[in-house]
Nanobody
Framework: HVQLVESGGGSVQAGGSLTLSCAIS????????MAWFHQAPGKERERVAT????????YYSDSVKGRFTITLHNAQKTAYLQMARLQPEDTAMYYC????????????????WGQGTQVTVS
């Protein structure tokens, strides 16, 4: 049973930085993918960044490319999303997600989700 626990959200001024963490438990076999999604009020959940367990395939959405960095520390079983130069449009609930196999675009393909952590940029 895969469990994800997020931490690190908060409020920050535009131009500031935050780092989100996602503690992973329950993956017992093979390759897997970690992803960060965000969802603003009234909008659909959108993929922000993904990384596979080999750390050789990384994706960023155009809106965060060059500002956000996703990393995965397999030994610590923790995924991170370092967010820099935050803008008000980054305000959303951020979720980490996990799935076995390759990373995919569609949120419905992910097997496990964290509880979400709010990021507010003013």
């Amino acid at each position: 049973h895969v469990q994800l626990v997020e931490s690190g959200g908060g409020s920050v001024q535009a131009g500031g930085s935050l780092t989100l963490s996602c503690a992973i438990s329950g993956f017992t076999r093979g390759r897997y993918c970690m992803a960060w999604f965000h969802q603003a009020p009234g909008k659909e959940r959108e993929r922000v960044a993904t990384i596979n367990s080999d750390a050789n395939s990384i994706y960023y959405s155009d809106s965060v490319k060059g500002r956000f960095t996703i990393t995965l520390h397999n030994a610590q079983k923790t995924a991170y999303l370092q967010m820099a130069r935050l803008q008000p449009e980054d305000t959303a609930m951020y979720y980490c997600a996990a799935k076995y196999g390759d990373c995919e675009f569609d949120a419905v393909r992910y097997d496990a989700w964290g509880q979400g952590t709010q990021v507010t940029v003013s």
